[in-house]
DNA sequence: AAACGCGACAGTGCATACACATTGGAATAC
DNA sequence: GTATTCCAATGTGTATGCACTGTCGCGTTT
């Protein structure tokens, strides 16, 4: 399950631009660069080995997928305003529980034992799991469960929010692993009862909501994101 | 000498790219391409009078919005699978309601009144006006009650649908002149009353959310699109 | 006549070059 | 010492050229 989306051939040579498009995109999420920073398209494609021009596509792409701004002169990474990040969460909170109600008319019984089986296994290596390797886990309890939903829109809108707030997320998610699993465990089970008010109601209950929560969130990215880079 | 800020929004002189990403969006609204159409490069260049480079960076972000496909070689219109629209049509149902449900909290009693104003100079021109006019009156209205939401993710997300769905909508919209000013002003008046729940079911039924519905509009923008193309 | 081959063409993907804007800093004036 | 002006350096936006690939037409072969 959770295969990834290329239907192109896997291991095929793509063009310059498709990959620095992935790999850019990777080096985001891995916070590279800090929010607010300036895009030297120069040191970036020097370090990417092309040129400007798939560069410089790549980059049209991201800005369209919300991941860098476009100020009219350069692009640049986004700022955390808190004002965005809030509309992110409160997005996500509402395409998230659209997906689980979906999710619970569509879902067939294996898929539904399938997604159980992940969890299970992802409890047993819990506990000394990396946080990269929880946010990995965490993502493919949610992308599944959009996937159950059969609806590609919402399943990628839902990819490209999570995308955008990757950093906030990875931040919360310390601390919270036991809390996150177990709320993982509640939602699937209702969704396999079927009670979907029940689902949508743990799903909303799950995903970070509070904007007191969620600012407190971006005060620790910048502390986490800031001591990284002087270190 | 401190200067003022410089006119970063309106009219000012965009670049060559963001002149291109405008007016290929307004082309392709206007279904000035066909569905599965290749996209020629040079040509659209020349028309627009410009280079293919500031072109292919337009068009990259085009297809980061889903407004084009990337097929490996070059770009294309996307087809009209009905699956996709189906998804499309069904992700926007998703995202109506949220605004919904978020505009009935928020909304402030000034602001309902000036969409309702709005309804009532509508429906004086609505009877003798073009279906473009109509559209455009249609997606003021969605797009005000996501403004009311105040989420600007929810907002844009839902802008970007509409785009790719709007040629189903402008087929659907024939013969459905009256039928969506009442049930217009049926959301309005629920949201004014803020009856969550009623504006949410009506918002439900107004949006095409059978297959069958959605379906027979595909057929007929097929028609429509190839009477127009070779008129 | 059909199949094959091949050469010219069309069209994309990318690198490079250039024009222009912005910025930082040094030199100079006050 | 501060302010100002000018120039160099940096960096973006766009045009152009080139290489490569797929395609189509036409002639050759059997």
Redesign the interface.
Known sequence: MAKETKP?KAGAPMSS?HRAHAQLREQLLRSKFLPGQKINEVEIATSLEISR?PL???L??????GLLVDR?RGFSVPGLEP??VF??F??RV??EC?TVR?ACERAEETELEGLSDFLKESMAESPDASVDRLIELDIRFHDTIAELAR????RQ?LSN?NDRIHLIRWIAMEGRRERTQSQHREILDHIRARDTAAAIAAMREHILHRNEDILEAIKAAYGHVYTRSSA
Chains 1, 2 share one sequence.
């Open positions: 192109a631009s021009t410089r596509e790549a049209n792409r991201l800005v369209a997928e009219g004002e965005m509309d992110l409160e997005a509402e395409i659209a979906l609806n590609k829109v919402l809108t929010l």
